[in-house]
Structures are given as C-alpha cells and as structure tokens.
C-alpha cells in the first residue's frame, strides 16, 4: 500500500494506491520490477494531482514502506510538519514520505524523482533542494525507527546492494545538477544493460511508450547485446558499456554490477547524463504484468488501464517461412537462461525422436548432443544469425529465452512457447494466430525455483508441457499457419507408440 496526501489551501485529503495484483483503476499501479522506487513516488504524486486538480502540494510515502494514506495523515497533524518542500523520516534517517511543491509537477521535473534514493534521507533533500531551489529541511515524525530493514521489504523490494545503487544514482545526479547550468535539458539514460531478453523487452518497451510520455533519451547496454539493441528498433540511444553481462549464478547482485559498471562509463558521458538504476528492484514474478508492460511503466508510462497492457494490442508484425511446407522444419531452443527453464533431456530425445519419425526437419539451437536422435545442431550467434535461422524454418519451439521473445515478438514468426517454473504472463507474447501456449503439465508453476525444483530438490522442471502435447501444438500451429498440408495427415500413426511409451516413462 503506497499513501498520497493532496494538500489543498492547508487542507488534506488522504488516497491509498496499490501495487496491482491484476486490476488496474486509478488506484491501481502496474507492478514493475524494473522502476526504481523514486518512479512510484512521480506516480503516486501525479495520481493524487489528477484527483485533486486544484492541490498546493503532494504528499507521497516511501514506497519501501506500507503505509497507508489515513496513517500517513496522521503522522502530518503537525502543523510545521505540513511545510513544503520537506522529506520527512522515521526516528533516525530513514525517508518515510516526501512533501512537493506543485510547481515541481508544473514545470515538468517529476521525473527527476525516479533519482531518489529513498533510503537517504539526507541525499533525498539535497536532490529535491536542487529541483526546487529552496533549502529542503528533513522532519522527523512520530514514526518509530524503521532499522533493520529486512532483505525483501513488505512491498516486495529487494534491498542488500540495490540500497547502496539508489543512493549513487542520487549523489550523482545532486552533483551533476550542480555542475550543470542546462541540468534542466540534460539526458536520462535506464541503466538496464544485462540479458538478451531485458534488452528485448526494454526495447519493445520504448516503441511502445509514446513519446509525450517517454522519460528517457538513452539506454546503458552491454557490447554483447548491442546487436539486439539495434535489432529490436529501440527508440533510445546507446550508451555502450564494455564489460561482460552481468553473471546469472547470482555471485554478483545487480546492485553491485551497476556500481561496478559506472567506473566504465566515460566521464564525458558521465558528466552529461543521468543514470537511473532500472535493474530489478524486485522478483518481476510478483507482477501479473508482462515485462514490457514492466519496461514502459519504467520508462514513464502510466499504463495505467488494463487497455493499455501489452495483451490488449494487437500484433504488429507477422512472418512466414517462404519454403516449401514439406517437410516440415522445426527450430528449437530448449535451454533456457538457467537450469529450470531448460526441457528435461529425456523429453527433449522423445519430441526429437517424434517429429523426425513424421517426417519432419528439427534444428536445435546450443544442443548438441541431440544429433544423436538425428536433430541438427545450430547456433544462433548474432540476431541477424538468429533471424535467419528462424525464417529457415516453418516452427519455432522455445522455452522461456531470448529466441522465445525475438521470434514471436519480433519476427511475429509461428511459435510455440514452452513454460514450466517460469510465469507466462511475465514474458509470452500477445495471443494472435500463429503463437500456441500449450499448458504446463503440473499445477506448480510458477514456482520461482532457480537451480533446483523447490518440491523435489531435482535440476530438472517437470512442469514444462509433455513431448505429446508439444508435438500436437507443433502440427496444429502449422496447419494454421501454412495449410492442411503442411503437417501429417495421419496423426494416430503408429510410429507415435514407442515414443508415447518413453513419455510416459
């Protein structure tokens, strides 16, 4: 619950906002795990301006914190405590709200909120001191201290080095704004740089922000994904980082890898340009809302309506295999970005096994061993490399990776998309003809499990669809796609048995 006082000719009006569960009303805020907490603060406040127009000033909580809109009132009955600009804190240091001006929301500087650290309350006065030009008192409340913070807060916000990374994010815009007469017209860049279906995601994000709602000019990315950067038509500027991605064993948090990463940003950009941490400030599996939904609500769109979210727009872009329908040729990618995301090997030999038994053609993509059961093995490399390879073909197969999103969302190419541990909402594509979701074969999912199943310690998910079911959608998606001809017309072939056996077992 995140707490939104209008203050109106010295009068309050208390709003509580909450991070949706699947709704989206004017008191509903999309969940996005890539929007630092400073960006719920521009929200909220810009939420309690449209429902009270004619406000002086806003009131908005901490969004590290529950508090709700009645108990945020309370803690402002003193008189001096209403006096605005002011951050005001817990028994030691901790911010617990921010009090704007209107005229911040006037002259278009909310987004310079997204710089808040929100864990300092001292570095949050000094930046909103800047914005304002009017020294910025920190007021302490009748709050208790709020120390410890937990490691997972109760909105769900990751802390640990993520607290250290908003923190610099806001030093370092209070001394730019400082150096800088023109801070007004400066760029702001997400520092978002890491795996290939980030850069995906926040890419398609920026086409579907409109530009009047657009809060960004650039985007920090990796070298190693410069390609799909350029490739999946983001309307943001590259400023390129020459450091390797950012390791998925966990050893390094993204917390740590963003403040690592700045040493090796030139200081010419540095100097010039605003960096907002839009790494995960939470598990994005605690939204309901796909990623690029997450992305845009990070990059200054409201989405605020449910008609607004990805799965209510309607495909943009369509492609078809120009080759002959027989045989049919399949890719897959069955490895995902770690160990529970891949096809358990087992299956991935029977799907393989089956589809060559009806006459098909199946590419597999960083699989080798899979030539074994007569499969060809390929790389995808670069996108263009990957592109190719996926025109190539009639059906693309993927689990829950970045061939997964570049061919359906992309490309808009036949696909059939396998989840397991993993949420589909979070990251599938938009229902359309020529994509297929076959269901998941077991109730757990999602299950948030990482490198072992939570239920029986194994490295494999076996909640991901069967070979059956996949080989069905495979020939159904195909028909559709390309005509009756393109898939077998005898599907109960006998061929099927002693796979359907090796299924089951």
Known sequence: ???????????????????????????????????????????????????????????????????????????????????????????????????????LFDEGLGRFLCLLSANRAATDAQLLSQLTGRIVPRRRTPLKSVAPLPRITAQGYILGDNLAAWQAQCADAIRLIRARADWRRLPFA???????????????ASRLVPPWRLAFDAQVVCRDYLDIFRDCGNRLAPIVLDIPPVSRTGETSDGRYFLDSLAHIDAE???????????????????????????RFALGDPVATLADTLYHQAPRVHSRCP????????????????????????????????????????????????????????????????????????????????????????????????????????????????????????????????????????????????????VAAILDLAAEAYGPTAAPTNLASPVLAPLAEGDAA
Not at 12 to 41: C, E, H, I, N, W
Not at 66 to 89: N, Q, Y
């Open 323 to 470: 080759r002959p329908v027989r045989p049919l040729r399949v890719l897959m990618q069955l490895s995902g970005g770690w160990p529970l995301k891949t096809y358990p090997a087992g299956d991935a030999r029977v799907l393989v096994r089956a589809l060559i038994c009806l006459g098909a053609r199946v590419t597999v993509l960083d699989a080798p061993e899979l030539a074994a059961d007569g499969a060809t093995p390929a790389t995808g490399g670069s996108t263009e490399r990957l592109a190719a390879l996926i025109r190539d073909h009639h059906v693309v197969v993927s689990v829950d990776s970045f061939p997964l999103h570049f061919a359906s969302q992309i490309l808009g190419h036949p696909t059939v998309a396998i989840f397991g541990s993993t949420f589909p909402g979070n990251s599938d594509a938009p229902r359309r003809a020529g994509y297929r979701l076959p269901p998941p074969a077991l109730p757990c999912g999602p299950c948030g499990g990482y490198k072992a199943c939570p239920l029986d310690g194994g490295p494999e998910c076996r909640n991901h669809p069967p070979p059956t079911t996949l």
């Open 1 to 103: 619950m995140l707490g939104g006082i209008a203050i109106t000719g010295g009068r309050m009006a208390a709003y509580d906002f909450r991070f949706s569960l699947g709704a989206l009303t004017p008191f509903d805020l999309l969940d996005s795990a890539t929007a630092p907490p400073g960006r719920m603060v521009w929200e909220v406040a810009r939420r309690v301006l449209a429902l009270a127009p004619d406000a002086d000033a806003v009131v908005v909580s901490n969004p590290l914190l529950a508090v709700k809109g009645k108990r945020l009132a309370a803690l402002l009955r003193d008189g001096e405590a209403l006096r605005c600009p002011a951050v005001l804190t817990d028994a030691e240091t901790f911010p617990v709200a921010y009090v704007l001006p209107r005229a």
């Open 269 to 295: 950009t540095r100097g010039r340009t605003f960096m907002v941490y839009c790494r995960f400030s939470k598990s994005y599996t605690r939204s309901p809302f796909n990623l690029i939904d997450q992305a």
């Open 190 to 204: 997400a520092h978002h740089p890491c795996h290939a279906g980030d850069v995906l995601f926040f890419s398609l």
